[in-house]
């Protein structure tokens, strides 16, 4: 039976784990909503959601319940299949790219070491990418499945943005794993202990940063639900639930992006530990989640304060400035690595 | 690990299947994603995560999108099946039976199944990949990507050409 139970504890943690980090990142997503709403609120000098609970704290509930029971409206030539695959492959993917993000060191239970993450890849950045790289077919089928104007413009418009912000997102991270020399998170962290990469690697983060706004179609970057042009881009025929998965998975992918950003560059769970061993095992998660909070709501103080870009400025700064810039750091950053091994 | 290769095989084979024999492109584009997709989780069973990554990042995540992206744009229907060459219903499926014949032949000969590589035995690592790339193999690697490069300006020129 000890051995049984050794087999089965592993699992038991896993499924545990997966469920804990699910929720957490399904109650971060409609809270990050609240979030949003309050703070742009507060900058437009508004109250911003009030009446749903103490300060609209239930706000997201009534918002879930309302979007269920809206009718479900298919346009009359869509691609039924398509039409379907994309609001679910969206969020999906959305969700994947959390499973192998480092959240804190590890807790031991009765002799098992339970490290706080799903899954420890050795090329767990590249996964992260790969995820985010396969993101584009949401968007661009549901454009296209549409049978509508609007909606195959803005995913067009959104599927060029996003395959050409990708590259300067990955040329950001690359100068990361030059001095880190691993693509395995946990250790990119662990190198951390003396200095955060933001210090070492201040333009990889300003260029991965800016990369990951216009990944994730915010403003300034949400050129593919221009309202103003586009109707609401690639999701105009999409309602209810399909809609709000395509909610949740833009958010999803704001909180995803955040933890990169905090595991890349800012030490992700390292910070101050002391007392006793529980506290030393949880102190880590409250700093990791306390920097996400910190890029969650500068994501949202961007948007209450930029205006949009122009579509053909947007492609410029992409091609023209971001790459060459990513391209130009990841030459300085091998050339002073290089003199400094000889 | 081999009940969940078998599974992921038949996804794939009858992805590649759905890929041959669906009429509307943007299925079949989509159907050659599982198959990528099954095949980038085949490796990772195989303990080669780099291998996997870097499979779906360059055929999934970039190659087919562009794929998909072209039959969006031209708005590519249903296909019209032409008339069928009758030498291709006569010659085609003896002919494809003898290359599988011979495919499944030689990989037998090759790798018997007692002497199969053992899983752990592959050195997948993004380390050994890179040392063999930029160190066995740089003179190839190089040349691959000028090959690359050219295509692309020759790409460019074609399309300015026509504007």
Known sequence: ?????????????????????????????AYAVWLERKVVARIQSRWGPYRVGPHGLLQPVADALKIFFKEDIVPSDADRVVYWLAPFLAFTLALLSIAVIPFGTSITIG???IPFQIADLNVGLLFVLAVTSLGVYGVALA???SNSKYPLLGGLRSSAQMISYELSLGLGVVGVVMVAGSLSLREIVERQSDLWNVFVQPVGFLLYFTAAIAETNRVPFDLPEGESELVGGFHTEYSSFKFA?????????????????????????LGPVFGPPLLRALLPVLWFCLKVFCFLFLY??????LPRFRYDQLMAFGWKFLLPVGLLNVLVTSLILAWRST | MAPLFYVLATVAILAALCLVLERTPVYSALSLIVVLCSLAVIYLLLGAEFLAVVQVIVYAGAIMVLFVLVIMLLN???ETSTDRSRLARWLGAP???????????????????ETAPAATALVGGPRAIGELLFRNYVLPFEVTSILILVAVLGAVVLAKKRL
Request: with cysteine; proline share 3%.
């Open chain 1, 300 to 305: 949202i103080w961007i948007r209450g304060t």
């Open chain 1, 111 to 113: 002799g098992h070491t």
């Open chain 1, 245 to 269: 998965m395509f909610f949740m998975a833009e958010y999803a992918n704001i909180v995803t992006v955040s933890c990169l950003a905090t595991l890349l560059f800012f030490g992700g769970w």
């Open chain 1, 1 to 29: 039976m000890a051995m049984r139970f050794d087999l089965l504890l592993p699992l038991l943690a896993i499924l545990v784990k997966v469920g804990v980090v699910l929720v957490a990142l399904l109650t971060a997503v």
């Open chain 2, 76 to 78: 590519a229907r249903q």
């Open chain 2, 95 to 113: 002919l494809l039976l003898a290359f599988l014949g011979e495919v499944i032949f030689a990989v037998w000969q090759r790798f018997p199944p």
């Open chain 1, 143 to 145: 454009g296209w499945s």
